[in-house]
């Protein structure tokens, strides 16, 4: 197979698997029949919000519900698949819908972050250098396998320790200090994990030094401000410091940058949509702008009136959406110029920070209701689809794959990923028992908004404010002087729960990158860039290694993270 073909593959599995995994898909379907099965008289929640539930949006019948959780039965009677036809169908829309404006936003800004600025899109690195042959070829290459041989046999040994633990490990699980942090103020310094994980020593080494160093320097810096709070009483306070807040505010405040960064280009787009300037060329686009504003218009158009015929108010709908493609634009912009080593932004969506900005009485009942249907793409960003969306363009652009066809193959790749997870699921539930995995976690938070109604957050919405400003001060800083060690970015995604398991492996990486920079310059650099992808995917191999013998032998085996 040509290159162009194998990498048009990886970019639909990318996409699909973005959308079969752990924070969209794997947590929808649990939650479509959650408020129903799990009502009891105790919860009360069918008089709390389940008039608020259109019949379309949820699974409702207890009695049919039993196979679907009990197991042991097969999906494939017409009865059974009757009645989940509705749910699936709406939900898997509303869905492609949501992926189809991502596609159109990154159609849009595609030109100016891909040709104009340049960005370097570290992530894409490894499976352009596999798939690129000839006599560069990564597979030929012996720093790689050098690299590939250091994590592969880590993993192997560790592997062998989890079946016979006499065999001594290297690493392999999180060492957690707190046992070391026993007194107060150090006490509250709470969960810090250290390990060191060979993929992401390599993955962290193709992201620009000031940001890795600013991962880690920001990660500590949250623990020293949890030791202060301490120390000076204020730990009392609900949510000090305010850390989801602060990162909340932290990608608005990117979001703001990318869109400074790119109003030149927008500008010129504009022409071309209102007065169709020949100077702006958009024949190489995956859409031609006109067209791409019609498929965004379309997708806003669907979503909003998917919301407001479940029942939420237009203007909660807005925000709601602007606030989650705000975000999305701000990680997807991260990805593509700094190759983000984590991003998973856990319960800092608009469901989460919306009741603290608004408060619940003014939300309402019937919003707040739909909203928690909507936790399913909120409650963590780790498998967001836009950024493989973009990537996928730029591996576009460096191996001169047709966009347009590559944008046939997303869509493609969109619509059966989507709808081959449910069947996928559903299959599996009806064999073993349906899992709820953490489709409880909106009801419960729903069950309590509803019963302890609660005003605006006035010290959240600061630290949003807070964490807005200092990534704007950050950013002038780091533009105005060239020393400046600081990266905005740094700075928000440092809060993320995976920065707990990765920091001390980006403080590695960071380490050896600055000696190989400092005493080998650029051109070392170079020369080792193929040992580093041979950490990656050395582990990644070997790890897939172990699960595959998992499975076929049906015994649980060692898994490389955690």
């Not at 110029?337 to 969506?349: A, K, N, Q, R, T």
């Not at 060690?485 to 700075?491: K, N, R, S, T, V």
């Not at 729960?497 to 980006?506: D, G, Q």
């Amino acid at each position: 197979m040509q290159q162009g073909e194998l990498l048009t593959i990886y970019v639909m599995l990318a996409i699909a698997s973005s959308l079969a995994g752990h924070d969209v898909l794997r947590v929808l379907i649990p939650m479509i029949p959650y408020a129903f099965w799990y009502a009891t008289p105790e919860n009360d929640w069918v008089d709390l919000f389940h008039r608020y539930i259109p019949d379309w949006m949820a699974v409702k019948e207890k009695s049919f519900l039993t196979e679907y959780y009990r197991g042991e039965t097969t999906l494939y009677q017409w009865e059974t698949v009757q009645g989940w036809l509705t749910t699936t169908f709406v939900w898997g829309g509303f869905l492609c819908a949501m992926v189809f404006l991502m596609v159109c936003i990154n159609s849009l800004v595609r030109k100016q972050w891909t040709e104009h600025e340049k960005l370097s899109y570290p992530i894409i690195q490894l499976p352009l250098e596999l798939t690129s042959g000839g006599r560069t070829n990564l597979l030929t290459n012996k720093m790689m396998w050098l690299g590939f041989g250091i994590a592969g046999a880590i993993d192997i040994l560790n592997g062998l320790h989890y079946l016979y633990p006499t065999v001594p490990s290297l690493g392999g699980r999180l060492y957690d200090l707190r046992p070391f942090f026993t007194q107060k103020p150090w006490s509250a310094v709470g969960w810090s994990p250290i390990a060191v994980f060979p993929f992401a020593v390599g993955i962290a080494f193709f992201i620009p030094l000031d940001l890795s160093f600013s991962c880690w320097f920001f990660y500590l810096f949250w623990k020293v401000e949890r030791v202060f709070g301490d120390a000076l009483g204020v730990r009392g306070m609900p949510n000090f410091p305010f850390t989801d807040e602060q990162s909340f505010g932290a990608y608005l405040g990117l979001f703001v940058i990318a869109v400074v960064a790119t109003r030149k280009h927008l500008a010129q787009v504009g022409r071309k949509l209102f007065k169709n300037d020949p100077r702006v060329d958009d024949a190489a686009e995956p859409m031609p702008y006109r067209l791409t504003l019609l498929g965004l218009i379309a997708s806003l158009v669907f979503i909003v009136g998917f919301c407001k015929t479940a029942g939420m108010s237009i203007w909660v709908v807005l925000v709601f959406f602007g606030i989650y493609y705000a975000i999305s634009t701000a990680v997807t912009r991260m990805r593509a110029e700094l190759g983000s080593p984590v991003h998973d932004l856990h319960f800092i969506g608009p469901d989460e920070m919306m009741p603290r900005i608004f408060g619940t009485r003014l939300l309402g009942p019937h919003n707040l209701t739909i909203m928690a249907y909507l936790f399913f793409f909120n409650r963590a960003y780790r498998g967001h689809p836009m950024p493989h969306i973009l990537e996928g363009f730029k591996l576009a652009e460096r191996t001169g794959i047709s966009n347009r066809r590559l944008l046939i193959a997303m869509c493609i790749a969109i619509v059966v990923g989507t709808f081959a997870s449910f069947w996928a699921f559903y299959h599996i539930s009806y064999v073993e028992g349906a899992r709820d995995w953490f489709a409880g976690r909106p009801f419960n938070r729903l069950q309590s908004w509803l019963t302890s109604p609660r005003a605006p957050d006035v010290p959240a919405i600061v630290a949003m404010c807070i964490g807005f400003f200092i990534t704007g001060f950050l950013m002038v800083m780091r533009m105005r002087l060239f020393w400046w060690p600081f990266h905005p970015a740094g700075f928000a995604i440092s809060s993320s729960w995976s920065m707990n398991v990765f920091w001390f492996s980006i403080f590695v990486s960071s380490v050896l990158k600055w000696i190989i920079l400092r005493h080998g310059g650029v051109s070392a650099h170079q020369k080792l860039i193929p040992l580093f992808l041979g950490l990656i995917l050395g582990e990644f191999i070997i790890g897939s290694i172990w699960s595959l013998i998992g499975i076929t032998t049906n015994q649980p085996m060692y898994r490389f993270l955690f």
